[in-house]
């Protein structure tokens, strides 16, 4: 049995995409967020559309000595979003921690793209951070406060690979920009909001659209020339959902191997030649 910390001991978190995405220890962003605020201490709600995905992340946490439930609904729905925060107070009885990781990949320019493709990428990952926080933001208030942490990415803020992403770039810095007004117009009931920005994380998403070649110039370009994992975001977002960040809001933190520090001539020699 894993040893239980307590860095979040006595909250109550909501994790969207808290679902097994790989397989063994490759786990996707929002289990290995599940399970390491399990094992600080949090009661997690994890909700994801597919039961399988996400009773592996329950049997993972129950292994260790955790605490979860499984609630299957659809981010998109306001329905559902009404459930899920409902369902954290029946379980739980309160509701300090909302951490959206849902996301979908959005490849294609505006030139070419899809329209409905369009407006189901904005849709799965702007849309549903509203539905979300529409509903557990209430609960948060009658709890006292709590701490909302958004997954954008670093290409919300620059552009990305070569190959075009505009509806993903769109989506998640319409995150970005959500964060920051509901982390002001908030702050008074004392709800933290700010923004996760991962860099190139090898996450079993990536992994399935990604060649080795792609892999290794993505670990490449970041100054630290290490590869980043699933568990990188989790702990930033451990510090996020802590009071250890009680001071800290409207903030979007890179987690990106100092990515956005460089420029790419900064980072040419190491791109240039295979290390």
Same mark, same amino acid.
């Given at each position: 049995?894993?040893?239980? *910390?307590?860095? =979040?001991?006595?909250?109550?978190?909501?994790?969207?995409?808290?679902? #097994?995405?790989?397989?063994?220890?490759?786990?996707?962003?929002? *289990?290995? &967020?599940?399970?390491?605020?399990?094992?600080?201490?949090?009661?997690?709600?994890?909700?994801?559309?597919? *039961?399988?995905?996400?009773?592996?992340?329950?049997?993972? &946490?129950?292994?260790?000595?955790?605490?979860? +439930?499984?609630?299957?609904?659809?981010?998109? +729905?306001?329905?559902?979003? *009404?459930? @899920? #925060?409902?369902?954290?107070? +029946?379980?739980?009885?309160?509701?300090?921690?909302?951490?959206?990781?849902?996301?979908? $990949?959005?490849?294609?320019?505006?030139?070419?793209?899809?329209?409905?493709?369009?407006?189901?990428? &904005?849709?799965?990952?702007?849309? $549903?951070? @509203? =539905?979300?926080?529409?509903?557990?933001?209430?609960?948060?208030?009658?709890?006292?406060?709590?701490?909302?942490?958004?997954? +954008?990415? &670093?290409?919300? =803020?620059?552009?990305?690979?070569?190959?075009?992403?505009?509806?993903?770039?769109?989506?998640?810095?319409?995150?970005?920009?959500?964060?920051? $007004? @509901?982390?002001?117009?908030?702050?008074?009931? /004392?709800?933290?909001? /700010?923004?996760?920005?991962?860099?190139?994380?090898?996450?079993? @998403?990536?992994?399935?659209?990604?060649? #080795?070649?792609?892999?290794?110039?993505?670990?490449?370009?970041?100054?630290?020339?290490?590869?980043?994992?699933?568990?990188?975001?989790?702990?930033? $977002?451990?510090?996020? #959902?802590?009071?250890?960040?009680?001071?800290?809001?409207?903030?979007?933190?890179?987690?990106?191997?100092?990515?956005?520090?460089?420029?790419?001539?900064?980072?040419?020699?190491?791109?240039?030649?295979?290390?």
């Amino acid at each position: 049995m894993t040893q239980r *910390q307590t860095r =979040l001991e006595d909250k109550v978190a909501i994790v969207t995409g808290a679902g #097994a995405t790989g397989s063994g220890d490759f786990v996707g962003i929002g *289990q290995a &967020i599940s399970i390491l605020f399990a094992r600080q201490g949090a009661k997690v709600l994890l909700v994801d559309r597919d *039961q399988k995905n996400a009773e592996t992340t329950l049997a993972t &946490i129950k292994e260790e000595g955790g605490e979860a +439930s499984v609630f299957l609904g659809d981010v998109t +729905s306001n329905a559902d979003c *009404q459930d @899920m #925060a409902q369902a954290a107070v +029946s379980h739980y009885g309160k509701l300090n921690v909302l951490v959206n990781n849902v996301g979908i $990949s959005g490849p294609g320019s505006v030139t070419d793209v899809d329209e409905e493709f369009w407006d189901t990428v &904005i849709n799965v990952n702007l849309k $549903s951070v @509203m =539905l979300t926080s529409k509903h557990a933001i209430p609960q948060m208030i009658e709890a006292g406060g709590g701490s909302i942490i958004n997954l +954008s990415s &670093i290409v919300g =803020l620059r552009a990305g690979s070569g190959r075009p992403s505009h509806p993903y770039a769109a989506s998640k810095g319409g995150i970005i920009g959500l964060s920051n $007004s @509901m982390a002001v117009h908030y702050g008074r009931n /004392n709800i933290r909001v /700010n923004c996760i920005a991962p860099g190139h994380i090898h996450s079993p @998403m990536v992994a399935r659209h990604s060649t #080795a070649e792609m892999l290794d110039l993505r670990r490449r370009a970041g100054p630290l020339g290490t590869e980043g994992t699933p568990w990188d975001v989790a702990w930033a $977002s451990l510090f996020l #959902a802590s009071d250890e960040a009680r001071w800290i809001s409207g903030v979007t933190l890179p987690v990106d191997a100092g990515l956005l520090a460089a420029t790419p001539l900064a980072m040419f020699p190491y791109l240039r030649d295979p290390e």
